[in-house]
């Protein structure tokens, strides 16, 4: 698959066959991620693959933050565990829950070049998942900010930061692209006196 097709016919994939994904194939997938820019060469990224029971564990912890952040708020205790139980479910149907976390660095300007280089590994496992037939979300939900969550997991808020979750499987709908607009380019071509 040449780049520009694969950059352009991805899709975020929210229904996945329940079939798992070869962990030899998930390996390479990152592998291939890895070639992502990075200052320094840090080589940022680190990955925990949720599969199998862990995903149930890990549902559990997202179930436990969403609870804790209030959204079942009001609801009668049977409403809320339909729903939570409706969440659970649809968690634990995807297959591979890769999250993506780094080590935040104190520097705030290393962090931020940190933080980027890990967004492009994400999009880098993105694609290579995409040449391979296996579909990804690319998901920031709340819980990925919740220190209790992040110490459920076995991380250290103060010392980790999760950069999102990707979500991982054989597609089984792939959804229409969405169109993207004109990309506006501002070209100063000429000498320019500071604008302050
Ligand atoms: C940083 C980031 C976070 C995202 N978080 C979510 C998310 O939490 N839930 C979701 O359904 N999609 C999420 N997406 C995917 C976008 O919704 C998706 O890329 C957009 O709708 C365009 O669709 P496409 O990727 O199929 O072109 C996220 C994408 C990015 C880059």
Redesign the pocket.
Known sequence: MKVVDAIQT???I?DFKKQLVNEAVLQEIFQIASWAPNHRLKEPWNVMVFQKEGAQSYADLVIESYLKQGFAKGYSAAKTDKMMNGIKRFLINIPHHALVYLDRDPDLHKFEEDYSAVCAFIQNAQLAAWERGVGA?????PYIHDPEFIKGIGLHPASHKVA?VIQMGYPARI?E??ARRKVQLTFQSESFNKKI
């Open positions: 991805r899709r975020s929210h979300l690319w998901t920031t939900s999102g959804p692209p969405k």
